[in-house]
């Protein structure tokens, strides 16, 4: 894949592309829940920079940096990584947050009567799931974990991966129908709504060269 700005596609967790350097540890890498904001006792509030102790490697993680964090597929109410993505940009990093949505597309499908199909392990893709993907995807799952991080204090703006060809693509294997894999980043939109202070959360749909949508999830 082609790389542009320091910014690189990883399926590890918690990647630091400002610095070339690998996956590392942090909240919502360290699979370790805190307290969800409705389970604190009465007169608790969110932990912050200066109400809580903070391990000075947890500072020198987020200082400075572009962090790339994927969020799996199963968004539940109860994680906390919305909090954990809030506190790392308050601590000085710079936030992109990739989320998934497998589970809400069966769902959906389902309702419509559409079966799923899986291809070592990976969604078949034709058009009428296609639809319902970029729905889910760019949608309920993006618009639920803006809320989210908005709830957690944090200031945050969703995007699809084809919004100014944020993520291009090509077809993947004609056995997965319309799944692609990422060629090319454009990070000129990242850079400026990182730049005004936002937590970017993108859908992962692709556009190829000829405007076509492609699920990359």
């Known amino acids: 894949m082609r790389s542009h700005g320091g910014l690189r596609q990883d399926q590890r ?3 630091d592309v400002s610095r070339g350097q690998g996956p590392i540890r942090g909240p919502g890498a360290t699979g370790q829940a805190r307290p969800h904001p409705a389970h604190l006792p009465e007169g608790e509030g969110l932990p912050t920079p200066d109400s809580r102790p903070l391990a000075p490697d947890l500072r020198a993680t987020a200082e ?12 539940g109410q109860e994680d906390t990584l919305p909090e954990d ?6 601590l000085g990093a710079r936030v992109v ?49 803006v809320a989210r991080v908005g709830a957690a204090g ?6 699809s991966g084809s919004d100014d060809r944020l993520l291009e693509a090509v077809a993947r ?24 202070g936002y937590i970017v959360v993108v859908a ?10 492609l699920n990359v999830n």
């Open 13 to 15: 967790g918690v990647h």
């Open 173 to 196: 294997d004609p056995r997965l129908g319309l799944v692609g894999e990422v060629t090319a980043v454009n990070p000129n939109p990242l850079r400026l709504l990182l730049d005004a």
């Open 154 to 159: 944090g200031r945050a703006i969703g995007l």
């Open 204 to 213: 992962p749909i692709a556009i190829t060269d000829g405007g076509s949508f």
């Open 64 to 75: 400075d940096r572009t962090l790339v964090i994927k969020l799996g597929g199963s968004v």
């Open 85 to 90: 993505v809030t506190l790392l940009q308050q």
């Open 97 to 145: 947050l990739v989320h998934g949505g497998g589970p809400l597309i069966t769902t959906r499908l389902s309702r419509i009567g559409k079966e799923t199909h899986f291809v070592d392990g990976l969604r078949h893709t034709d058009a009428e799931t296609l639809d319902t993907v970029r729905m889910v995807l760019g949608g309920l799952v993006n618009g639920e974990v």
